[in-house]
């Protein structure tokens, strides 16, 4: 069974610039969430898509969006990108369908901002 | 609050030592409790989690875990460590009242000297 892949995996971009991430869950997932790990400041919660629709958002600006697809798979956009945005973006899924549930980890894309 | 401790940021271990990888958490009923691994730039990997019943979690890699309900402890434990599992290591929980909210720990770095 595949696991979570994430595109691309680095990503260079400069100041003020939008970018757009890419996430497929596994097969069966219908919740996906993102999160932010910057350096030194852990894995911070940055969305969470449920059957297309986007049932909470971290602290952050609104700057960060994204969407989910018929699919399941989501994107993570980010415009007007400042240098903090630098950072490991993860992706994970759940089965969303039951509780208690586990989240299963993308391996991640690299954003770096100039 | 709800919140995660994980009170030591680096451990050292010799590879064939013993390890035990503390966490402790703060939340008002026992929530569902998880340990993640992150090898250097890939996504985090589940290694095990304690939903209910016996409080000794058996993991992949050889690794378990003892939930302690009475010092609200999830600590993560190998007989032998190996130069592979040079990572840093997330104690993470998920209150039962809303499951798509996961907490995680600031990390442990393990580094192995051969």
């Known amino acids: 069974e595949a696991g979570v892949t994430q595109s691309p995996t680095h990503l260079i971009k400069t100041r003020g610039q939008q970018v757009t991430l890419r996430c497929s869950p596994i097969?069966?997932?219908?919740?996906v969430y993102w999160y932010q790990q910057a350096l030194g400041l852990g894995l911070q919660f940055l969305l969470w898509?449920?059957?297309?629709?986007?049932?909470n958002r971290g602290n952050f600006p609104p700057r960060f969006s994204g969407r989910q697809f018929p699919n399941y798979s989501s994107e993570l956009n980010v415009n007007a990108l400042e240098l903090e945005d630098s950072a490991l973006y993860l992706c994970?899924?759940?089965?969303?369908?039951?509780?208690?549930?586990?989240?299963?980890f993308g391996p991640g894309t690299r954003l770096t901002v100039l | 609050a709800q919140s995660v401790t994980q009170p030591d940021i680096h451990i050292t271990v010799s590879e064939g030592a013993s390890l035990e990888l503390r966490c402790n958490y703060s939340?008002?009923?026992?929530?569902?409790l998880f340990w993640y691994v992150q090898s250097p730039g890939q996504g985090l990997q589940l290694l095990l989690k304690?939903?209910?019943?016996?409080?000794l979690v058996q993991g992949i890699k050889g690794f378990e875990a003892e939930f302690k309900r009475s010092q609200s402890s999830f600590n993560l434990r190998k007989p032998s460590v190996h130069w592979s599992d040079a990572a840093e290591y997330f104690c993470?929980?998920?209150?039962?009242?809303?499951?798509?909210?996961?907490?995680f720990g600031p990390g442990t770095s393990l580094s192995v000297i051969p």
């Open positions: 939340y008002g009923a026992t929530p569902y």
């Open positions: 993470a929980i998920t209150p039962k009242t809303s499951y798509d909210k996961v907490i």
């Open positions: 097969s069966g997932h219908t919740s």
């Open positions: 304690y939903f209910s019943g016996d409080t």
């Open positions: 898509y449920d059957e297309g629709e986007e049932r």
């Open positions: 994970a899924s759940s089965s969303g369908t039951r509780v208690p549930d586990t989240q299963y």
